[in-house]
């Protein structure tokens, strides 16, 4: 199969239309049709149900719109990573981070990494809750920070550095601020301060009555305000201000900060900062 092809496909799959897909194509209906027919004759099934008035996906055409994703994925991040590495010398890498998170280790091992003689210049990518893992696999970063359980590292490799305990983070003033920890029990059943909804990896957002939140400072901004409360990893205690309280919560799950990247990746950059951010996490797990 062809990119072509497989383009083609995806487009009429999502649209479910040949009309609206040929104009997202920028191609007239005819050619369109017959190039979705020489795919079904190539592969010997059917993708599409075409109706008089509709068209709808066969299971065969659902199988074809899941894998054409990816493959399409996959071919733009290969070009994405090889033009970055064309540049001259060893290029940058670039390590992606969700904004407002782990940025003291972010800081400690940008300047660990630097100080190395092979040391390449890193461009750092701060982004918005859940983003950082989609950059590394669409080939807009090498290597990203992750947080478990919180984001998916299924389809990377991945090295833990720092686990830590949970808070819940508070407005100043909250009855129970002035309490030395909570339990989850406590957490859920606050009246009146909604945890927040994050965004979801296939778009939109988490269930629940809190308030959409994109980003680390948005959240803390939505907190003083006294609009909501979250569970955060107790390394957000150095971003707090005045107006927020870090409680700790007994019960809750742990949180494990790692360092994660393609699973073909063959970067010697890459390979490089991974091994500098588990020489730190080795010393500062040691103090």
């Known amino acids: 199969m062809e990119t072509r092809e497989l383009r083609y496909f995806v487009a009429v799959a999502e649209e479910l239309h040949f009309g609206r897909a040929a104009q997202r ?16 004759r190539r592969l010997g099934v059917e993708l599409l149900h075409r109706g008089a ?92 920070l992750l947080q478990q359980p919180y984001d998916d590292v299924g389809d990377l490799h991945f090295r833990g550095l720092v ?9 100043a003033g909250h009855p129970l601020a002035a309490r030395g920890n909570v339990s989850m029990a406590d957490v859920e059943s606050l009246p009146g301060l909604p945890q927040p909804r994050w965004p979801r990896p296939g778009g939109g957002f988490d269930d629940g009555p809190g308030p959409a939140v994109r980003d680390h400072t948005q959240l803390l901004q939505l907190i003083a305000l006294g609009r909501v409360c ?15 309280v870090a409680v700790s919560v007994v019960d809750a799950e742990l949180v494990t900060t790692v360092i994660a990247w393609p699973r073909h990746s063959r970067s010697r950059a890459v390979a490089d900062l991974v091994q500098a951010a588990c020489e730190l996490a080795q010393v500062t797990s040691s103090t």
């Open 25 to 40: 194509l920028s191609m007239s209906q005819p050619p369109l049709s017959r190039a979705i027919q020489q795919l079904e």
């Open 230 to 244: 979250a569970l955060m990893p107790s390394s957000i205690r150095s971003s707090l201000r005045a107006q927020h």
């Open 53 to 144: 008035r509709s068209v709808s996906l066969t299971t065969a055409g659902e199988v074809l719109l899941t894998e054409a994703r990816a493959a399409l994925d996959a071919v733009e991040a290969a070009g994405r990573r090889t033009r970055r590495a064309g540049g001259e010398g060893r290029g940058a890498v670039v390590l992606a981070a969700k904004a407002g998170a782990s940025s003291d280790l972010m800081s400690t091992l940008v300047r660990a990494y630097g100080a190395q003689p092979f040391a390449v210049e890193v461009d750092v990518v701060l982004c918005g809750a859940g983003e950082q893992g989609q950059l590394v696999r669409d080939g807009r970063a090498d290597v990203a």
């Open 163 to 171: 686990t830590e305990k949970q808070v819940l983070v508070l407005p």
